[in-house]
């Protein structure tokens, strides 16, 4: 297990400046970069190094994805995605060439494939297939023609239930985002829909307990703070990534809220800085390098057998139990 210091000298700063970026200090001054540079080293410590195999004919991976520096910083979720792609692509001695939207297709002509990371709407998939290369995409299926990975959410949500449910739980809190498809299309998380229908078939579900927002700290400091001082308040609450459970934490603190005892909180993704948090986050952990050896291997069979139908493979995850959780004892 990787630990602070571990990251401080990886990413070349100081351990204090590793901890106020993991726990998404706002008065932190420092670049992007330098953030980015802390988050990757932390994901990559996470992982084991594999020795690069050697072959004769290299081939070139092309990378797309669908979200700027801003956000993958906002929302780690996609950087320990791309980082376990980038390392699983390299260990198998493979190039990667980055491919920008906008880029002319004589730029990336050389490359055998590509591996698209994220959310795409209409206009990403008809200018991914201008390049007429195979292509795998990671975390959304929005195109028959394409190989994809993706998580298997449902699965994922009702784990984080179970365990709140039967720790006693029974007014039990969600907080998450809008999602957006490749048309533009705004819909609800998948994730709020498996904990309405969770809640509601156990006669506990509260409308008034689902706040809806973005998928940054701001945001899960904003709504914890209006579910806490509402007139029901949460004894638990299950929000939509882990990042979210970071304002979480200091809506809490703020309000004098103490977690465990008072508030359990269930994150989802197991970013790297869960386990720094105090306490320590209980959270759904998705296997990231198996999603990018996944699509990897996806790509490689439609490379090499010319395979014409698609494949959608889901990936499953593990509830990771650790200290902002507990057994509620009150009314």
């Not at 920008?100 to 490359?111: A, F, H, N, T």
């Not at 705004?186 to 006669?203: A, G, I, M």
Request: with cysteine.
């Amino acid at each position: 297990m990787a630990t602070i210091k571990d990251i401080a000298e990886r990413a070349q700063v100081s351990i204090t400046t590793v901890s106020r970026v993991l726990n998404y200090d706002e008065t932190l001054n420092v670049a992007p970069e330098t953030r980015r540079r802390v988050f990757e080293a932390a994901e990559e410590l996470n992982y084991k190094v594999v020795t690069k195999k050697s072959r004769k004919n290299t081939r070139m991976i092309g990378f797309y994805q669908s979200y700027s520096l801003e956000e993958e910083l906002a929302d780690t979720y996609y950087l320990s995605i791309r980082v376990a792609l980038e390392k699983k692509i390299k260990s198998e001695g493979f190039d990667i060439h980055r491919i920008r939207s906008g880029d002319p297709i004589e730029k990336s002509k050389k490359v055998d494939g590509i591996i698209c990371l994220g959310v795409f709407k209409k206009q990403d998939i008809e200018f991914i297939k201008s390049f007429q290369k195979p292509c795998v995409i990671v975390d959304s299926n929005p195109d028959e023609d394409f190989d994809s990975v993706i998580i298997d959410f449902k699965s994922a949500t009702k784990k984080a239930l179970n365990l709140l449910y039967h720790l006693g739980h029974r007014r039990i809190a969600f907080i998450g985002g809008i999602e957006t498809d490749m048309y533009g299309n705004r819909f609800k998380d998948l994730r709020q829909d498996v904990f309405e229908k969770f809640l509601t078939e156990r006669n506990i579900f509260n409308e008034k307990l689902v706040k809806i927002g973005g998928y940054s700290p701001e945001d899960g400091y904003v709504l914890l703070k209006e579910l806490l001082t509402g007139g029901t308040k949460p004894t638990a609450v299950f929000v939509a990534n882990d990042t979210i459970a970071v304002g979480c934490y200091k809506a809490a603190y703020e309000l004098g809220v103490k977690i465990p005892d008072e508030l359990s909180i269930v994150g989802f993704n197991d970013i790297s800085s869960a386990q720094f948090m105090v306490p320590p986050l209980t959270t759904i952990k998705l296997y990231t390098e198996i999603m990018g050896e996944t699509a990897l291997d996806l790509l490689m069979d439609r490379i090499t057998t010319k395979r014409e139908v698609s494949k959608m493979i889901a990936i499953n995850t593990k509830l990771i139990e650790r200290e902002s959780t507990a057994k509620w004892i009150g009314n």
